[in-house]
C-alpha cells in the first residue's frame, strides 16, 4: 500500500472514530491553522536553518552542527509520540 | 520516515526527530515506536520555534484532546499548549535548507521519496528539483 493510501485510511479512520461534531471542529481547526499564514513564514527551502543543541532521549545534549559535520540531516518535527 | 531509515544513511544522512515532549517522555516514545534515530526535546518550543513552526492548540480542541487520552500538560510539562506544525527539512551540510514539507494538516505525510530524492541530489552536487 502506497503512503497516499495509507493516509487515505488515516483519515478515514479518524472520521470513522471521532464523533462528527468534534471532528468538525479538528477539520476547522485545521483549515484555521492553514489560513493563518504560518505555513508561508515556516523556514523554506533556501533559508538557513538555525544551529541549534537539545537533550535527545537520555539527557544528552546533541548539535545540529555536529551531525551536519557526518551529513546531510532529515529533520523532522513532530508534536508527540501520541 | 522510519522504513526510509536504511536509505537515508546509506545516502551519508541522518535522521533527526524533534518533539516538544520532555526528555523522560521521548524515552517512552523512542521504546513504544521502536526508534533507531536520535530522539531531541525541544521542551518550549525554542527551536520549533525559529524555525516558525508554532502554534497554540486551540482551546475548542484541548477537550476533544483529553477525550482521546492525550495529556499534552504532561508530555510537554509546560501549560502554553503550543505545538509544532509537522513538519520535515532536508538540510545541507553548510545548514542551507534543501528540502521543506511544511503541513498544518497532521494526516499528510512527507513522502519518503521526494526526502531520498533530495538527498540523491544533494550526494551528486545538484540543487534538488522542488517541483519533484
Known amino acids: 500500500m502506497s503512503l497516499s493510501d495509507d493516509l487515505t485510511n488515516l483519515r478515514e479512520k479518524v ?6 461534531d468534534q471532528h468538525a471542529i479538528m477539520t476547522h481547526a485545521t483549515q484555521d491553522l492553514a489560513g493563518s499564514g504560518i505555513i508561508e513564514s515556516a523556514h523554506q527551502e533556501g533559508d538557513l536553518a538555525p544551529e541549534f543543541v537539545l537533550p535527545n532521549a537520555f539527557g544528552t545534549p546533541v548539535s545540529l552542527s555536529e551531525h551536519l559535520k557526518k551529513g546531510p540531516v532529515v529533520l523532522s518535527f513532530y508534536r508527540g509520540g501520541w | 520516515m522510519q522504513l526510509a531509515l536504511p536509505r537515508i544513511e546509506e545516502l551519508g544522512a541522518h535522521l533527526v526527530a524533534v518533539s516538544p515532549q520532555t526528555p523522560h517522555n521521548s524515552v517512552s516514545t ?8 536520535e530522539v531531541l526535546s525541544d521542551v518550549g518550543n525554542h ?3 525559529q524555525f516558525g513552526l ?4 486551540p482551546e475548542a480542541l484541548r477537550p476533544i484532546y483529553e477525550g482521546f487520552g492525550i495529556d499534552i500538560l504532561t508530555a510537554n510539562g509546560d501549560e502554553t499548549f503550543e505545538l ?3 513538519a520535515t527539512y532536508v538540510i545541507d551540510r553548510d545548514r542551507k535548507i534543501k528540502m521543506a514539507f511544511v503541513d498544518a494538516d497532521y ?14 541530489e544533494l550526494r551528486e552536487g545538484r540543487q534538488p528539483d522542488p517541483r519533484c
Open chain 2, 54 to 57: 508554532v502554534f497554540v492548540l
Open chain 2, 30 to 37: 523512542a521504546q513504544g515506536m521502536k526508534l533507531t534515530f
Open chain 2, 47 to 49: 527551536v520549533a520555534r
Open chain 2, 107 to 120: 494526516t499528510q505525510r512527507v513522502d519518503p521519496e521526494i526526502v531520498l530524492s533530495a538527498l540523491e
Open chain 2, 84 to 86: 509544532p506544525i509537522p
Open chain 1, 15 to 20: 472520521k470513522n472514530q471521532v464523533p462528527p
